[in-house]
């Protein structure tokens, strides 16, 4: 990959940055420093203060919390790059100042063994999260490196690697160990990949193929601590852990659903970087299960809150649903790592997919309020009065004890940036993953530097422009690759050449135009926009007799606020009649779609429950919002799947 | 209530109480004394021999273990009422003998403390089932006694009873308590019934009102316990234990489904017998919060297995039901006393909706193997492998660790004939409330002695006749009330007296003849058994677009042994052409029905889960066999609710 800068200017998505820089990195800040009123505290900052002497008091939170900061940090990072701000630049100094101090000499780090369990270091690795917040520190040290240049960071986080590098392998004296919750093997990539430290890489390689083998080393350590654990019961899960069966091994995604695919991130880096192809084919058996048969249409992963956790293939309850904000954060990262081991469009697709939905939606329009679960299916009074579904909310939170989901988002959408373009083969093809307007610069493979700029109404219009400039010369030869997405598959999209419509070829999901590319030169890539009703796999027993609606890469779904309760009383009528238009006045302005409805009748005057069938329906209309944005107006029932009516 | 006798002649029933006394009540002992293979141990009879000092040993089972021995013996009890058998009174009179043996010379009686928590009783009334154990005694006792004649077991329940009455109460270094799971309100109103001994109904009727009285007993023991608990969590819920307001301001069924249905069971015993208006309007509005928007169409109760509870009205999933047999035949039993205190067929609409579905659906053909939750819709992969289904099982099980279900199907089933009918204002009527093959012997105002023959063709088919003996006497004036059930309102039924047709007026749901009846009169009550398919409140969420089908009291369900898999993919056909006929080789035989039906598109080459919708359909025929059938076969998928098509 060559030198690539890619700079969002987005009418869509440039406000989710700005919400994110505006708002979420300092709203966060203030949930760090447990500043947010009526929020649980975080603990966070204490935690670090207590840790480096500055503060007396106990640990305060999960025994993961030190990795809040380091996500924040990552996320004030990537808005630096383009935002620089001093202000935010000296409180984020200040807080790695903070961490160092609380670094042992030894290069050892984590607030809750220095503060709650010293001695106890490296005794849990099933439960305690060393490793994971280790990595979440090498990720915001690699990034605050890239942006600012300051090494004080990522020195902090060298000296733990160090450490940790001594003090697991196969080698006497070490422990032939992994983390309980995977993150340090993609973060020790990172590492590398700024470094080019081999030894980072092999790291990252050892904990990925330490995994799941023999002897067990949770149930070893769990036998050496006494057989006690800190809040799981019993002998260590290792499914729930992806510790079952060597990584290389693995078809199935099984067990928490970010650790699996935080893992399997990992695999598809160590695959590319190290042309490891029984990795590579661990990843895509993975993969194909994963986004088959154990996704939901907003690109959730995870069907039950027990463990947070994959359940089984095509089991996809809406109204239990997990489908954890972190989850599809690290399906996009995945999909990422993905696409740079091959250019097919199926992995731009779920990227796309679960970024317009499930993480759009899990964060409120004003930025502060977010879901951890994000259902697809909610009735409130269930919510709150079924225990079954206490993890469903209905209503986005201020923050939560567990928080790992709004800083994951504040920093996937401040580096929204790096998931847009792929530029292979030293400059010879450029690969449009995202329609989302941004320039982009790179240098070809003659080492020409070209600028496109992409100019997008996505996701409400499948109108996208691209324009070539080349300032200091005149042609350049490369290949632009548009993707072709899976929603536009019904209409052949539509390329125009400076005007001219012109043919193109479609490999694995990308129209390839190679040419000898004039500064000036306009490409336009009209996607079909229609609003398509969409099935699902006949085994998901919850969608049957169902159809969601999607139009463009948004997911539809029908709000209490727009349609009345019980809303699963409303089928999609026959003659449905779709519209859409742009109603300015809803939700801050979105493209609704309108259509005719039946109600199940709601005439019933008897007592009980139980009374002979009478098919009555009225007719009415109903409209649908984009699920992104639900469950920002009054509390109320959401659907994604709509019953339909059908003629025999 | 003259003295009348109920002897069960029903070719339907006779083979389930046949199984109760050859089968469950030999296959029980055996498990209460550890010996059924691959079962989890009861520990039941071996924690009485270590209390009473026979054997050494830690206590197994769950604290309340006694109870499960005490059903034991209350079926019995039952089962010998019209099947004397020597030997199964001699090993019922060495358990009972067992158990006065583990009696203390105070009369306290409970294994758990005995040989496990000395010194510790009465200090946790919230979760240790004392009391609750102790009810179990006292109607085993009862039972035992009404049959035999034999006192012994009556002693030692009353001994116990004379200690719990001097300890509980509101007097000077009494306890102001009351158990944590109801069950000792209704057992001593059947003592009282037994004795006459009026203070037994005062004790119970102290233990309904102090309930729900501030301040809350189980809050102030467990802060004089040191806030510890043995298994919840926290401070006591009182809703959970229907505490969480005096009884008689209850209006809405909260909390542990048992627990609620045992308690207003007694409170319609005690309305009754004390004539409390204030207490008979408390179960009215129970009653109608319980079954008009808390119930099953099978007559199951308890929505969530989280706490085994009631959520909330018209949450009632299918697929997550908890609906234990035990909750069932808790209902029958209120229903039972509802009848008591007022004769509305609704009460025995229940009382038979909750027989012929849940309870009877609870227990497999051979008698050896029961259902603790009744679920209306079951995948079995989503059971093995979706933790949150973890308790919905596809097959029935050999015992339970919590065995309280197999025992109190048992003893239900046995006492089948006090359900039938009942003889009011000292032989002036006789309701009818089930259709089952019997003989009632009862005396008219005037001292006749009458014999009702009942001859029923039930469930499978609606004419019931009934033949009136009475010796020594040609004339008897009483009335006679037979139920209209709610199944047979779309047609009236047809009475004939002696083969003509009769004019009948409906009061309260039961069709009244009033005469000077001769012997030898014949009625025939022939009720109307067309398929019905049924509606559910449009409140109900998880129904909608949905119907059940039902004939006579059966409900019935699809499974996939007669339908292809997923079977949610089947709805009912427009042109549904439905047909039943007895199928003789099927489920040992049985009304099955059959129609038309249409298949969800099958055809699926894609990989992904989710593409355009194409409604295609294929007709096929479906299958439904009884609810209480279910699962007998291999093991798959059931529903009871289906989707049906309609025409806009």
Request: with cysteine; net charge negative.
């Amino acid at each position: 990959m060559t030198n690539t800068e890619v700079l969002i200017k987005d009418p869509f998505w440039h406000s989710y940055s700005e919400l994110v820089r505006q708002t979420v990195i300092p709203y966060q800040w203030d949930a760090l420093n447990d500043r947010v009123k009526d929020a649980e505290p975080s603990y966070s900052i204490r935690n670090f203060k207590i840790a480096a002497g500055l503060e007396e008091g106990e640990f305060g939170g999960w025994i993961f919390q030190d990795s809040d900061l380091y996500k924040w940090l990552e996320a004030v990072a990537y808005s630096l790059r383009h935002h620089p701000d001093s202000e935010l630049e000296n409180t984020a100094d200040a807080a790695i100042e903070l961490i160092g101090k609380a670094q042992h000499d030894n290069g050892y780090l984590n607030t809750y063994f220095t503060i709650q369990e010293a001695g106890k270091q490296w005794t849990n690795l099933y439960e305690a999260h060393e490793l994971y917040c280790a990595g979440h520190l090498i990720e915001a040290a690699v990034a605050y490196y890239q942006t600012t240049g300051k090494r004080y960071l990522l020195d902090i986080a060298c000296r733990f690697v160090d450490l940790i590098e001594s003090l697991f392998g196969r080698e006497p004296g070490q422990m032939p160990a992994y983390c309980g919750h995977q993150e340090i093997e993609l973060a020790l990539v990172k590492l590398y990949e700024v470094s080019k430290e081999e030894r980072y890489l092999n790291l990252s390689r050892y904990f990925i193929d330490e995994r799941g083998q023999k002897p067990e080393y949770f149930i070893e350590e769990w036998e050496r601590r006494g057989r006690t654990t800190i809040w799981n019961k019993g002998k260590p899960n290792l499914e729930v852990y992806q510790a079952h069966l060597p990584v290389r091994e693995q078809s199935v995604a099984v067990g928490h659903s970010v650790r699996a695919v935080y893992m399997y991130t990992a695999m598809a880096d160590l695959a590319r970087l190290t042309n490891d192809s029984e990795l590579l084919e661990a990843c895509k058996r993975l993969w194909n299960n994963t986004t088959h048969k154990q996704m939901y249409i907003t690109g959730g992963v995870g069907a039950t809150h027990l463990g947070e956790a994959f359940t089984f293939d095509y089991d996809l309850p809406n109204d239990m649903a997990y489908a954890e904000t972190c989850a599809s954060i690290g399906l996009i990262f995945w999909a990422k790592r993905m696409l740079k081991l091959e250019a097919n469009s199926e992995y731009a697709d779920v990227m796309e997919r679960a970024l317009y939905n499930n993480v759009l939606g899990s964060m409120s329009k004003d930025g502060k309020h977010f879901f951890y679960v994000n259902p697809l299916e909610v009735w409130p009074e269930a919510s709150e009065k079924n225990p079954d579904k206490r993890h469903v909310k209905p209503v986005r939170q201020k923050w939560f004890g567990c928080s790992c989901c709004p800083p994951n988002v504040a920093r996937l959408l401040s580096s929204l940036n790096d998931y847009i373009y792929d530029v292979s083969n030293g400059g010879k093809a450029v690969y449009v993953h995202l329609f989302i307007g941004s320039d982009i610069r790179f240098e070809t493979v003659a080492g020409g530097k070209v600028t496109i700029t992409q100019q997008s109404e996505m996701p409400w219009n499948g109108k996208v422009q691209f324009n070539i400039t080349m300032p200091g010369t005149t042609n350049e030869l490369f290949e632009l690759a548009l993707r072709v997405p899976d929603w536009s598959h019904s209409k052949n999209p539509i390329l125009k050449v400076n005007g001219e419509v012109h043919p193109y070829q479609v490999e694995k999901g990308y129209a390839k135009i190679e040419r000898n590319w004039a500064d000036g030169d306009t490409i336009e890539w009209m996607l079909s926009m229609d609003t398509q009703l969409i099935a699902a796999h006949p085994h998901i027993r919850a969608n049957i007799g169902k159809t969601a609606i999607q139009r463009g890469p948004l997911v539809y779904c029908i709000e209490e606020a727009d349609n009345s309760a019980p809303i699963a009383a409303l089928s999609l009528a026959e003659n449905l009649d779709l519209s859409n238009h742009f109603a300015s006045d809803i939700l801050g302005g979105c493209e609704i779609i309108e259509g005719n409805a039946l109600i199940e009748d709601q005439d019933w005057s008897e007592e009980r429950s139980y009374r002979p069938l009478q098919k009555n329906k009225k007719e009415t209309r109903f409209r649908a919002i984009p699920y992104y944005l639900w469950g920002n107006r009054k509390t109320g029932e959401m659907s994604v799947w709509i019953r339909y009516s059908h003629s025999n």
